[in-house]
């Protein structure tokens, strides 16, 4: 069309924000948006694991995991685990994109390693800077950057001036983690939430009929249970004499060069596994997890959440704006449960992107 003129588009995605919750009473200017956009009441689905770094990944991507290779929160490198954001996505991201089609591009997080795990170097502006946190940025429960530090960079950097904006808030994965997902205190947090979201919108208000937002969430919590023992997968992996490199990571495990799924789902204490990825050797990257609540690795009993297996996988999917392109982007989402790889080609349709 050629009388079509692309929206500035903004992303926020707030880390682990229960669908469940989302209403009038408890969200009520994120059900405002959605009462002038649209969403999916049954929420999206995230990508396994149901971590915020693969996600994340996803998000800016378009691509599951197999592709960008960041299967959990920490990844294998070869020799060892180590942060998924020293080692960033294996394609390109949407980030890139822009930046070959003249558009301008931010990334603004609530997490000092998301810029990296996304790929997001490659935009305009990005937030926060490599390296530890400035201790004059307010944080949140458990130390990250606060919602309020967020949105005060969202401000001070110009990113409210680029066409593309990522925006992501931390909180409320903190309080979830900290207290879980049916605490008074998470139900509270959210309320509180939400009017961070309005002030976000206010910010947006100039110019909001240029404008397609969308609110999604990356995955769910669950409650953690303290009286099961947790499981090591590395533990489990030499008792049964399995070769692989293993590593826990809140409900699941994940095994590199692993034996596959159907021989690790044997062991004691696993419920089910899934093959992420297959190599051509055979052997394949395989994602495991146990019953509702117990997690992998050490228990940590200041955590009353987490999240990663498939009962976590649900993710909000919402949309809105005063652009006329967000009531087909509402159309998409009443038609399809949406899937966190839609979302990076959407956008690109959204900003007409030269993609790959």
Known sequence: MTDYKPPRVVFLIEDSLPNGRVGPDLTPTLWSLIERGGWRSDGGVSVLASSTYPNHATFATGVDVAAHRIFTNDVWNGSEFVCSSTVGP????????????????AAITGDTTMV?????????????????????????????????????????????????????MNDPDSTLHLHGPDADMTIERIREIDDDLATVVDLLAPRWADTVLFVVSDHEQEAVNQDIEPIDLVVELDRAGLPGHAHNEGTVGIVYDS??????KQLGPIEDAVDLDLNDDGTAVTLAWSGPGRV???????????????????QVATVSGGHPAVAEMAT??????PHATDYARLIAGLLDLSTP
């Not at 034996?259 to 690790?264: C, L, N, R």
């Open 90 to 105: 294996a394609t390109s991201t949407i980030f890139d994109w822009a930046k070959a089609s003249g558009r301008s591009s």
């Open 296 to 314: 992998f690795g050490r228990s940590n009993k200041t955590l009353a959440g987490q999240h990663g297996s498939p009962r976590t996988r649900t």
């Open 116 to 168: 990296g795990c996304m790929g997001a170097r490659t935009a305009d502006i990005s937030w926060p800077p490599s390296g530890p946190l400035d201790d004059s940025i307010p944080r949140d429960c458990l130390g990250y950057p606060a919602n309020s530090a967020v949105i005060e960079q969202l401000v001070d950097s110009g990113a409210l001036e680029t066409d593309l904006v990522f925006l992501h």
């Open 259 to 264: 034996p596959g799924a159907a021989v690790i």
């Open 332 to 337: 998409f989402l009443a038609a399809k449960r």
